[in-house]
Structure formats: structure tokens, C-alpha cells
């Protein structure tokens, strides 16, 4: 159980086009998903939080008109990276977490997709 | 300083030695702690969670100490499957939020 998918794996776009990230719960009902950033050799790093039907709040640093978070249902979780440009090229991934039948602290990790911007 | 500190490496071992990795945190308002396991290219995958008595799950044993603020992950008996980076990871003062360390790097060679 708490299997965590993630559309697309990988995404290669223009510099200025928008890239949309799909993060869904399929076998739970998630109230609260993460966002994160990984760069290479670097530690994951907290975007943003969401929390269904309400919006996000995000991190220091991360420009919420940039990075659109949508979480309209407790199953599916949208990242829009808006105007791309290649210094958002990263390995975005998405986890589910605040599940009430476990432990509240435990997240499940999507299995991330890959952005690179030329 | 960072939340979450831990030693890159890469640690060089030969299948079947026993490693030690640690890690320091700075938040001593933490109550939950864990070892997330990353390969190349994949999302982190949970090793274990670190319980203050410290804890043991077959070869891996974790252990933690609140006053040092420091947690520790041994491998014994190593395999070429645990090749790997370790990620150290800590929540944060609100709520469920994780803070992770930049991972340390594990290769077992045969």
C-alpha cells in the first residue's frame, strides 16, 4: 500500500514553455502532499506544502507565481513550473504524508521526474 | 549552518565490511528521525526510523543521541546491494515537514 506515481517521469522543454508535474495517491487518500527540488549532489529541498482544497504553502525562496501548486483532490497533487528557464532543471519529487491510519511523521516518495530546459 | 549535517563521503568498503555513517542536526526541537536510502536517478526510500533506545532492523542498526543531537546508521555485513547515498533525515519545527541532508555516499565493491 501507499504506492505514490508521478507524470511525467521525464520532461525535456524549451526554455519559456510551461511544464506540468502530476502526483497522485493511488491506493490512499492523501490530505497533504510535499514538493521538492533535488539538484545534483545536493539534499532534497522542501518546496512547498499542500494541502487538498486549500493552497500551498511554500518555502523561503520559492516563488509561488513561479511554481503553481494545485491539489484539488486527495488523490492528485499538480506542480506547474511556469516560463522554465534551465536553472530549473532539477529532479522534482513529490510525496504524500499525514495519513491517518500511519504514522504521521512517514512519506512516500514518488519516484520523481526529471526536468531538464534547454 | 545547515539542519542537517552529514559526511558526503564516498565510503569505499569490500562486501562484508561493517560501516558507519553519522549525522548532526541542529534542531533541537526534533522528535522524529530517520535514514532514507536514494540510488542514482530514484526518490528516497525509507531504511528505518530512529527511536531514541536506538533500534536494529536485521543488518542495520540505528541509534540516536538527543543531547549530542547526532544519529548514527551501522551496516554490518555489507552487501553490493547497499551501494547507495544515505540520506539523514530530521523533522522540522512545524508539523511533518522532513529536512534532509545532502547524503553520504556508500560504495561496497566484491
Known amino acids: 500500500g501507499a504506492v505514490v506515481s508521478q507524470h511525467p517521469s521525464w520532461v525535456i522543454c524549451k526554455s519559456g514553455t510551461s511544464v506540468k508535474i502530476e502526483c497522485r495517491s493511488l491506493?490512499?487518500?492523501?490530505?497533504?502532499m510535499f514538493w521538492y527540488r533535488q539538484f545534483p549532489k545536493q539534499s532534497l529541498m522542501l518546496m512547498a506544502t499542500?494541502?487538498?482544497?486549500?493552497?500551498?504553502?511554500?518555502e523561503q525562496g520559492v516563488e509561488k507565481d513561479k511554481f503553481l501548486i494545485n491539489h484539488a483532490s486527495l488523490t492528485l497533487s499538480t506542480l506547474t513550473v511556469t516560463s522554465a528557464h534551465p536553472e530549473d532543471s532539477s529532479f522534482y519529487i513529490c510525496?504524500?504524508?499525514?495519513?491517518?491510519?500511519?504514522?504521521?511523521?512517514?512519506?512516500?516518495f514518488g519516484p520523481g521526474t526529471r526536468l531538464t530546459v534547454l | 549552518r545547515k539542519e542537517v549535517e552529514q559526511d558526503p563521503g564516498p565510503f569505499n568498503v569490500p562486501e562484508g565490511a561493517t560501516v558507519a555513517f553519522n549525522c548532526t542536526y541542529s534542531?533541537?526541537?526534533?522528535?522524529?528521525f530517520f535514514w532514507y536510502r536514494q540510488d542514482c536517478r530514484k526518490e528516497p526510500k525509507l531504511l528505518m526510523s530512529?527511536?531514541?533506545s536506538g533500534n536494529e532492523d536485521g543488518r542495520f542498526t540505528a541509534q540516536l543521541n538527543r543531547a549530542s543531537q547526532y544519529i548514527s546508521l551501522l551496516i554490518r555485513d555489507s552487501k553490493l546491494s547497499d551501494s547507495a547515498t544515505y540520506l539523514c533525515?530530521?523533522?522540522?519545527?512545524?508539523?511533518?515537514?522532513?529536512?534532509f541532508g545532502a547524503g553520504t555516499i556508500l560504495r561496497v565493491k566484491s
Open positions: 530512529v527511536y531514541s
Open positions: 491506493d490512499f487518500q492523501a490530505t497533504t
Open positions: 499542500s494541502n487538498e482544497g486549500s493552497k500551498a504553502t511554500y
Open positions: 533525515v530530521v523533522n522540522g519545527e512545524y508539523g511533518n515537514k522532513l529536512v
Open positions: 510525496s504524500a504524508g499525514g495519513l491517518a491510519e500511519v504514522n504521521t511523521d512517514t512519506q512516500y
Open positions: 534542531n533541537s526541537a526534533s522528535q522524529s
